[in-house]
């Protein structure tokens, strides 16, 4: 089984709809990351989470929330879906109990295809 | 200036070719640095990670030069199975530990 899964692999939905991006672990990991990917920009830090309820502002979210309620998941929420939020969207761990080091590598989920109509 | 700024590419090469990619970093507090691989339509994995004094795995080698906020990728023998996207990633460090700042990432081809 996949250390990092999500949940839809695809979606499409219409402007306005709210929609939830599901992402869970098995790594242990205290630290999740929400991205986003669109061609020709790279990825882009949504919300980050260093522990449970600890919740975090990245570059871009705007239009975004999230929710961390247990160490194993991190949920991505669109209020109000628009067209310009049509992106490749990732999950992301790192970070083991017992580590103190922020340079740790970062796992990635297989990601979510999301088309705002 | 960009935070991460590499070539986009893509990089056309023939099988057994060195290709080498290059990055540089704008903020001089960087603390660690990586290279990771993307695969089309698949999610970012780390390839290397890149240290001061340099590091080499099988044909891969990293090399960081701080003073010049440069980081770099040679590929040695390039195989079919190379054909990628490479990103160059920085943790910038500070107030956010455990922050990657990701490159818009190298599309490297490798042609029979």
């Known amino acids: 089984d996949a250390d990092v899964t999500q949940t839809p692999r695809n979606r499409i939905t219409k402007t306005g709809k709210r929609i939830m991006l599901e992402c869970s672990q098995t790594?242990?990991?205290?630290?999740m990351y929400w991205y986003r990917q669109d061609p020709g920009l790279g990825l882009r830090l949504i919300y980050y989470?260093?522990?449970?309820?600890?919740?975090n502002k990245g570059e871009i979210s705007d239009g975004y929330s999230v929710s961390r309620q247990a160490q194993a998941k991190f949920s991505l929420s669109l209020e109000s879906a628009i067209p310009n939020q049509t992106a490749l969207y990732f999950c992301a761990t790192s970070g083991d109990r017992t580590s103190g080091s922020f340079n740790n590598e970062q796992f990635f989920g297989p990601g979510t295809r999301l088309t705002v109509l | 200036r960009k935070e991460v700024e590499q070539d986009p590419g893509p990089f056309n090469v023939p099988e057994g070719a060195t290709v080498a990619f290059n990055c540089t970093y704008s903020n001089s507090a960087s603390q660690s640095f990586f290279w990771y691989r993307q695969d089309c339509r698949k999610e970012p994995k780390l390839l290397m990670s890149v240290y001061s004094s340099g590091n080499e795995d099988g044909r891969f080698t990293a090399q960081l030069n701080r003073a010049s906020q440069y980081i770099s990728l040679l590929i040695r023998d390039s195989k079919l199975s190379d054909s990628a996207t490479y990103l160059c990633v920085v943790n910038m460090g500070g107030g956010s530990q455990g922050n990657l700042i990701f490159g818009k990432g190298t599309k490297l081809s490798v042609k029979p």
């Open positions: 790594k242990g990991h205290d630290r």
């Open positions: 989470s260093f522990d449970v309820k600890d919740i």
